[in-house]
């Protein structure tokens, strides 16, 4: 069993969010592995099995107990193989999931949206910056070198629309030839991921995989951590490499004008990104190529993963204020590269930008000047 | 039982299957106010109380062994109350951990000196409950050296202050009394929870050493040379700064080691009379650096088979048994082996210093040890392999200190504690005066 490896030194007890909001270790990554090797002594007490496996949903996943684990115990992996065996065992407990369920599997995407609209709401909003945008969208028949996957929280929420423009203005001005996915993208099969849907979320990965092949790209972009995670690890295409924006700009810019903005400037790490997927350079080295002076913030959640928006909002919520208290970050501006941790920073009403708005100000700017 | 009680048995001992149905509840008081809330609930139940603080400890004096309690956890109590920079000291909740007090010292070029290497998770509450050291504890001395008084609360929710000078109490009979015992800080260290939750403590802070440091390797042939060059060092007070040995590790974790060896931090200008006492290879700050973090995650480390168990916190070698340390660990691995263990990895903080139960001091090695746990062996069974090493260790002259397992067998400090409880109370922590070292209830929760 993984989680007999662990030997409840306590090194992850302080670093999880979870504790830090609640503070009680039933809900620390230490308390649930602890859980988890006494279960045979306490298994028979429905009451106890029931409230454990709620309690498996009290995690942003972010990954951090993992990382800093010395006895190389994958809590990732116990996370994903216990919530499958909680939803297995007793899915009437996880109703409040069932909605999230039934959007992906009837329209593909997590808000229960029309498929369609998936091409609409983003691209009506920057049209009069990009007015070739409809022939950037996907169709059956059009080809590109980058497929842009645009995840289902940049194609619908109207917070995202400003990452969205300036991703693609990015791209633009890069000369890059590119396509979004548009209606035809679903979604990545995260949130069925998070709930240990295994199968569920492959029949998404399967479909995208097929898109991605008809458009014969040689890469899929995307500014969203967890799709990216899920199209670098469990779509596995082979023959695309799947990228995140930040490490696309970074390798096409090697040099970048100064930013002229005078912000107070923090990055945060984007926990799927930095910890997940091994993204930590890039977005620094686009800061650095435009001399934005920037302290970095702690490598610790926004309290946004793991689906705790849904499974305890009020949680989420004081996770991310927490850190606001103790980071300082009331008068700052939040740099960061994730669409989840915009919307838990914007909640929290803390200034953010996404990296590819600094890059697009910064070009701007300097192509204005000259 | 409730999910919240259960997993506040949570901690790092072998000691880690009670009886769930005897934990009448679990609470994580923030303030003085709560904790005294808290302590007033268990009264009302008639219940005991099991103080604890991170749970990183191995001999399960957090557990409360199976007597029906309600378990008191420091973890939230977690602030740094005042900080005096003239005066060098810090008021802190019992809670804090050594890395969150000296995060924020940091910024005011102060260190707090006890840095275990559980200090990312060990409460300074619960290092008093210790006396708990680490790898500097050889120039700055243990948890009470670090201490200048403590707050504690006890059973019947009467406040005390411990100093060195005796105790404050608005009790003035109690206070006469329990000074009247000589009671100072000496009893709090390595009390274990049995006397009072510790609340709140003042700590020693001292500036950042400006000094230059040289790091070093030193690789030995076998453990007696190591034991012959660490009473070099303790009869020459040698002022080194972080000394810590790696005696044995598994073909799984050992790398590039070559055990037995020294990790050593020293004055630039003591290098050449360390050369005096040891051979050592000069290591730049990033091989130092990497050399510290290997020493720091090997006791947490696991086997490619199996997992790895700690049966011992710490064998202690000093005196005349340091010199003999190679017989000894031979001894203790033969044992091991009859009883189905396979020796996985030693090391510990070296030179260091430990307090006997008589209060004074020891000097020479505390050697933690990890085993790779027999398949198939029962807890009971796995127990008396602790009581084999008990009796062994006992035969060779190998004493740990008090806390650290033999399981509370230093009887000169537990009967000072009894003494001291027949005037505080006896509903705080008590199975460590169980018969024969709780062996029984211990035995029961492996």
Redesign the interface.
Known sequence: MLE??C?????C???CPMFDAI????Y?P???I??L??MD??ED?EE?AK??RK?LFECTMCGRCSEIC???VDLLRIWHEQRLKAFETAPDEFEYLESLRNSIANVRNIYGLPMDDRAIYWADEIEQDIPEIEDKIYERGKTADVAVFLGCLMSFRSTQIDVVRTMIQGLERAGINYLVMGAEEFCCGHPLDLMGDEKGAEELREHNKGILKDMGAKKVVTACPGCLYQLKNNHKVEGIEALHHTQLFDRHYESLPTLTLSDDFVYHDPCELHRLCDVKVEPRSLLAKMGVNYRDLEVSCCGGGGLLRMTDPEVSDKIIELRKQKERLANTTVITACPACREQLLNAEIATVDISELLEYNLRTEEENT | MKLKDIAAAANASMYHRPDFKKIKGAFYPRNEDELAEAVKRAREGEYEITPKGGGSGLSAGCTGGNAERVIVSSLKMDKVLSISLEEGHADVQAGITPVQLNDILATMSMKFLVTPSSRDIATIGGLMGTDGGGNDTWANGTMRDNTLHAKVILYDGTKLKVGWDGVECENEVLEAALNKKGMNLNDLASSHGTIGFVSELRVKIKPLPRKRLLGGLAEYENANVLGEVLTTMIEEKCPITYGEAIVEAHPDVRGDLKPPLLILEFPFDYSCDLREITHFEPLTKTELNRMKEIRLKLPKRNPKDGVQVALFEGYGFHGENLLNMQEGISEINSLLQQHDFVPFAKSGHAPSKWYLGDNHPAYGIVMHSREIRPQNKSGVEIYKTVEALVAKCQELGITPKPEHKWPFADEVKKARLQELRMILGERMNSFIFEPNCASETLASMV
């Open positions: 007999d490896k030997v409840r030194c306590g090194s007890v302080k670093f503070g009680e270790e039933q620390s230490r308390g649930k602890y859980l090797q006494v002594l306490i007490d106890l409230e454990f309690v010395a006895s190389d």
